[in-house]
């Protein structure tokens, strides 16, 4: 059974920052695209953004230029780092292996099984 832990979140100001981290119980993260979603009250989850098996990543609008994927294999950990956070960022995170798939200019991501708790982040004054 796989499991995965996010943590990281917390209250932070607008313009603030935080690290989120999703650590597996095994190799799945290390070895598998895997995407950052979010889900704010009475909203539909969101993609956020997704990094590759290869290390590529891809960002939604909302999250392009101040959110960063990256991935520390030998701890088998998938990052968020999200900077000059905004009231609109509140949301429960979640990570999510699955599979990316780029056709031209265009790609999009298929969830996998796998969910974790989710961490919240809160972006207020």
Do not use: H
Not at 70 to 96: E, F, G, I
């Amino acid at each position: 059974q796989v499991q995965l832990a996010e943590s990281g979140g917390g209250l932070v100001q607008p313009g603030g920052s935080l690290r989120l981290s999703c650590e597996s119980s095994g190799s799945v993260v290390s070895t598998n695209d895997v995407a950052w979603y979010r889900q704010a009250p009475g909203n539909q989850r969101e993609l956020v953004g997704i990094i590759t098996r290869g290390g590529e990543t891809k960002y939604a609008p909302s999250a392009e230029g101040r959110f960063q994927i990256s991935r520390d294999k030998a701890k088998n950990t998938v990052y968020l780092q999200m900077n000059s956070l905004k009231p609109r960022d509140t949301a429960v995170y979640y990570c999510n292996p699955g599979t990316y798939v780029s056709s031209g200019t265009t790609w999009t991501y298929r969830t996998g099984a796998y969910w974790g708790q989710g961490t919240q982040v809160t972006v207020s004054s």
